[in-house]
C-alpha cells in the first residue's frame, strides 16, 4: 500500500491495474480527453473514486477511476513539500515586526498525506520560504490561532486586539496579521474600533490561492504587508492585498471601508465608497491620499476589546416576513442590522416587527445593500416611517462594518443613546462626509471604450 498512498477501492484498483503508482508522471486518457500530471496521495478521509492528478498549472483535478481508458507513464517525481528553515538574519538597525497567524495560507505547504494544510510559521520557515522579507526588517512570529476564516469571530477578534495592544506597549515597530480572506474585511473593522490610536501599522494579510500553486500570491502580499508595518508612516488598521490581478504592486485598503468582491481573484478586496490608502511594491510605498494616522514614536494605545454577540446583519429581499426579525427578538438579540434596498427600505409587512424591536429595547440600524452610497431615509415614505419605528440610518457606513462597530458599541453599554452616539460618530473613516466621484467605479464590458481602457491592464 505504500506505493499507492491513500487510495483504495475502485481507484486502488485502477492504479495496481495499470502499475501506476503514486507520484507517477503520467498522462490519463479518459472519454473527456486527456490529462497530464503527477498523480498525489489522497486524504485518508477522502473517496475511494476518484485519483488526484496535479497539472502543470498547479491546479489538481479529481479524475474518476472508472473512466480512465489508458495510462501513459512518462515518470516519477516526488514532492517533497518541506519547507528549507533557516535562521532569520537579526539586524539592530531595521525595524521589528510581529507577524500573528491565526489562520489561512499566507505561507503553508500542503500535505498530500492528509491535504492538510500546514502553516510556514516560525522565523526560519518564513525566511525559508520568502526571504526577501530579511530585507526589511527582524521579524518575529506568534500564532493567535489556527482556524479558517469563516471560523473568526468574538473570541478571536477580542484575542487579536489585545495581542496586538501588548506588542505595541513593548514598543514593537509594525504589526502583520496573518488571516484566512473570507472574512478579513470584518476582522479589519473590527480591530480599528478595538484598537485606537495606533502609533504604527498594523496590517492584515492573506492569499487568495495557496502557496503549493504556480500563480500564489501569498509571497508577494506577504513582502508588501511585511514593507508597510516595517516602513510606512500609515498608523491604521489595513488590508494589505494585490492591486490589480498581476504581480504589479498590493493596495492598503483602511479596515473599515474595505471589502472582499470576488471569490477567486488576486484583487478580490476593494476599498467601497472612497480610494485606497497607498499603493506598495517592494520598493516603494506611495500615498494616494494624505488623511490617515500617521506613525508616532510614543507606545501608547487605546485597546477596547469587547463585543455583544447578540447582534444579527439582516439582507432584505422582497416578501420577507416579520418572523424574521421576530425570532431574532425572541432569542434575545441586543441589535440588529439592515441592508435595505434603494436609500435603505424593507416592506411595510417587518413594520410590526420593527415596532416590536424598538418597545423591547432592540437597537436597530439600516445600511444599504448597494454598498455604495447613502442612507437617505428622509427622502420616500417607507424611511420616515421606519424612523418613527427607531430605526437608525448609518450614512455610508458598509453593512458588515455596521454589524460589527453594533456589536462593538453593544458591549461598551446597553444605553441606546450612548449606543447611537457611538454608532453614528466616525472613528476610523467608516463613515465619510461625501463619497469622492474616482470612488466608485465598475467597468461593464464589451463596450468599446471600456474594452479599450481594460486592454492596458489585461494583457
Not at 479589519?188 to 500553486?213: C, E, K, T
Not at 474616482?438 to 461593464?444: A, D, E, H, R, S
Request: proline share 6%; net charge negative; with cysteine.
Amino acid at each position: 500500500m505504500s506505493d499507492y498512498k491513500g487510495y483504495r477501492g475502485t481507484a486502488l484498483s485502477t492504479l495496481r491495474n495499470f502499475n501506476t503508482p503514486v507520484w507517477s508522471d503520467v498522462v490519463l486518457t479518459t472519454p473527456k480527453g486527456s490529462f497530464q500530471g503527477i498523480i498525489l496521495p489522497r486524504s485518508e478521509t477522502a473517496d475511494d473514486k476518484h485519483i488526484v492528478l496535479k497539472l502543470n498549472t498547479g491546479y489538481n483535478i479529481g479524475i474518476h477511476a472508472g473512466s480512465i481508458e489508458s495510462v501513459e507513464i512518462k515518470g516519477h517525481q516526488e514532492a517533497y513539500y518541506k519547507i528549507p528553515e533557516q535562521e532569520f538574519p537579526k539586524d539592530p538597525g531595521k525595524p521589528s515586526v510581529k507577524l500573528f497567524g491565526t489562520g489561512g495560507t499566507i505561507a503553508s505547504r500542503l500535505d498530500y498525506r492528509t491535504g492538510a494544510v500546514i502553516p510556514a510559521f516560525s522565523p526560519g520557515e518564513l525566511y525559508g520560504s520568502v526571504p526577501e522579507l530579511a530585507d526589511y526588517c527582524n521579524l518575529d512570529t506568534e500564532k493567535l490561532y489556527g482556524v479558517f476564516s469563516e471560523n473568526m469571530g468574538p473570541e478571536q477578534w477580542i484575542g487579536t486586539a489585545k495581542a496586538i495592544g501588548q506588542q505595541i506597549e513593548q514598543g514593537i515597530d509594525g504589526i502583520v496579521i496573518g488571516h484566512g480572506t473570507d472574512v478579513m474585511h470584518h476582522t479589519a473593522a473590527v480591530l480599528s474600533f478595538m484598537i485606537q490610536n495606533s502609533p504604527v501599522p498594523i496590517v492584515m494579510v492573506g492569499s487568495q490561492r495557496s502557496s503549493d500553486r504556480p500563480s500564489s500570491d501569498a509571497a508577494l502580499n506577504l513582502i508588501h504587508a511585511v514593507k508597510t508595518a516595517a516602513e510606512s508612516d500609515i498608523a491604521e488598521t489595513l488590508v494589505c492585498m494585490f492591486g490589480p490581478t498581476s504581480d504589479q504592486y498590493g493596495l492598503l485598503h483602511r479596515g473599515t471601508r474595505v471589502r472582499k468582491m470576488h471569490s477567486s481573484y488576486r484583487s478580490t478586496f476593494r476599498t467601497i465608497g472612497d480610494i485606497p490608502i497607498a499603493r506598495v511594491d517592494r520598493e516603494k510605498i506611495v500615498p494616494l491620499r494624505n488623511d490617515y494616522k500617521q506613525r508616532r514614536d510614543d507606545k501608547k494605545v487605546d485597546v477596547k476589546a469587547v463585543f455583544e454577540e447578540k447582534v444579527s446583519i439582516v439582507y432584505y429581499y422582497p416578501n420577507m416576513q416579520p418572523d424574521i426579525i421576530d425570532a431574532l427578538i425572541d432569542n434575545g438579540y441586543k441589535g440588529i442590522v439592515i441592508a435595505g434596498t434603494g436609500l435603505g427600505h424593507v416592506n411595510k409587512p417587518v413594520y410590526p416587527a420593527l415596532k416590536r424591536a424598538q418597545e423591547k429595547g432592540v437597537a436597530v440600524y439600516m445600511t444599504v445593500q448597494t454598498l455604495w452610497g447613502y442612507v437617505q431615509m428622509y427622502v420616500y415614505e417607507t424611511g420616515r416611517e421606519m424612523l418613527e419605528l427607531g430605526v437608525v440610518p448609518c450614512a455610508n457606513m458598509l453593512p458588515e462594518v455596521a454589524y460589527v462597530k453594533l456589536g462593538w458599541a453593544l458591549g461598551q453599554t446597553s444605553d441606546l443613546e450612548e449606543v447611537k452616539e457611538i454608532m453614528l460618530t466616525p472613528i476610523a473613516g467608516e463613515i465619510t462626509e461625501r463619497e469622492p466621484s474616482n470612488g466608485y467605479l465598475i467597468y461593464q464590458g464589451g463596450l468599446p471604450e471600456v474594452e479599450e481602457f481594460i486592454k492596458q491592464y489585461m494583457k
